[in-house]
């Protein structure tokens, strides 16, 4: 018998069972299940449910089914914020895969589509592997995009690569100096808008 048509209030319910000290396994299933016999009617697209199944196989510990849960949607592609892709590399590191992490990463910088936010997670994710070098190429990747067309992402993509360039042991650059005038302009944003209120 075909099932009905998946609701938000489905899958916000199976996403909380998985994630709020219920079994993220049972949940990622359940995700993988709704995706493999999709419904017209369906609030995700299945890539999008595969997405969801692979953060909560992340969550439960399996890299294995996280990473293949994330190739399917892949796959299947179709518009999905963020990119699978990001997920996959993610979970890639976790699991001591580097070098596939790394060709999965040279592909997402090579597409149409990906925004300065993308970069950063990717250099979170290089800098949680503890590979400082690749973070701040992510981080240095993504403010020179943000710099060109997301100006709201630029001062967290500053902070994270100022943090890495710490670490690194690096000078301060122009892009260093540019945190005080970033963090400036976006004060004196709030000051107006609070007086035209």
Do not use: K
């Not at 400082?132 to 967290?156: K, M, N, P, Q, S």
């Not at 650059?173 to 963090?183: G, N």
């Amino acid at each position: 018998m075909a099932r009905t048509f998946l609701t938000e209030v489905q899958v916000d319910r199976c996403d909380a069972s998985g994630r709020a000290g219920g079994d993220a396994a049972v949940a990622a299933q359940q995700f993988e299940s709704w995706a493999a016999d999709p419904h017209p009617g369906d609030c995700l697209r299945p890539a999008e449910l595969y997405v969801r199944a692979g953060s909560l196989w992340r969550l439960a510990g399996d890299l294995d089914r996280a990473t293949e849960a994330f190739r399917r949607a892949i796959r299947l592609g179709g518009p999905s914020t963020p990119d699978p892709r990001l997920h996959l590399v993610q979970t890639l590191l976790e699991a001591g895969r580097g070098d596939e992490a790394d060709a999965v990463a040279a592909q997402l910088n090579h597409r149409d589509g990906v925004d300065a936010e993308a970069y950063e997670m990717l250099a979170h994710a290089y800098q949680d592997a503890g590979r400082i070098d690749e973070a701040h190429h992510w981080f240095t990747v993504g403010v020179d995009r943000a710099e060109r067309d997301d100006h709201e992402a630029l001062l967290t993509l500053l902070i994270g690569r100022a943090a890495v360039r710490r670490q690194l042991d690096l000078p301060a650059d122009r892009h260093d100096q540019e945190i005080i005038a970033v963090s400036t302009a976006i004060l004196q944003a709030a000051v107006d808008d609070a007086e035209d209120a």
